[in-house]
């Protein structure tokens, strides 16, 4: 069974910066890219990053761009998002995502539970 | 970059009823890239349908999806009481986009 474990998320200052780890269990790591998804409260969704099976290959949101950087350690089957000058409007529950095959422009077959950044003074 | 719109953004309907969901998008999607998810409060989103027609595993046959080019919808063909959530399109020809949800509600 395919599991996603989100954590990391808290309250940071604004400004500040937090890294989110993603335990992927259930199938070949390496085999698949991944991605994360934001929605800030109350709000739709969307997508913040992608990383591709080897992690050669990443792409960013505008909004995020030069300020979050994600990465994978396919040794130890984890994904992270390390999020760095962060702002108010970067709060938001972030999902870790699967896509069913390895290519960076899918759709996403399964999800963590999220976890939430509070950016807040 | 691809905008989706989704509407209407709130369906009132009953148990039983049909729902039809629209997500239109501001360019032509290759190949039909388009998926749809299901949110439930408190609850991340799940998988419904991809490549705008494909049911995801698991999935009732109430649900299908269609269209191509601009024009995509989800069919709900009756509604169960657990299919009152929050429905998303996403595309996945041009970047990554999602639509801004339509929320299906008790009526």
């Known amino acids: 069974e395919v599991q996603l474990l989100d954590s990391g998320g808290g309250l940071v200052q604004p400004g500040g910066s937090l890294r989110l780890s993603c335990a992927a269990s259930?199938?070949?790591?390496?085999?698949?890219?991944m991605s994360w998804v934001r929605q800030a409260p109350g709000k739709g969704l969307e997508w913040v990053s992608v990383?591709?099976?080897?992690?050669?290959?990443?792409y960013y949101a505008d909004s995020v761009k030069g300020r979050f950087t994600i990465y994978r350690d396919n040794s130890k089957n984890t994904l992270y998002l390390q999020m760095n000058s962060l702002r108010a409007e970067d709060t938001a529950v972030y999902y870790c995502?699967?896509?069913?095959?390895?290519?960076?422009?899918?759709?996403?077959?399964?999800w963590g539970q999220g976890t939430l950044v509070t950016v807040s003074s | 970059e691809i905008v989706l719109t989704q509407s209407p953004g709130t369906l009132s309907l009953s148990p039983g009823e049909r729902a039809t969901l629209s997500c239109r998008a501001s360019?032509?999607?290759?190949?039909?890239?388009l998926a749809w998810y299901q949110q439930k409060p408190g609850q991340a989103p799940r998988l419904l349908i991809y490549?705008?027609?494909s049911r995801a595993t698991g999935i009732p046959d109430r649900f299908s999806g269609s269209g191509s080019g601009t024009d995509f919808t989800l069919t709900i063909s009756r509604l169960e009481p657990e299919d009152f959530a929050v429905y998303y399109c996403?595309?996945?020809?041009?970047?990554?986009?999602f639509g801004g949800g339509t929320k299906v509600e008790i009526k």
């Open positions: 995502v699967k896509a069913p095959e390895n290519v960076v422009k899918y759709y996403y077959d399964h």
């Open positions: 259930g199938f070949t790591f390496n085999s698949y890219a």
């Open positions: 990383i591709s099976g080897s992690g050669g290959s990443t």
């Open positions: 360019q032509t999607l290759s190949s039909s890239y």
């Open positions: 490549g705008a027609s």
């Open positions: 996403q595309q996945y020809g041009s970047s990554l986009t």
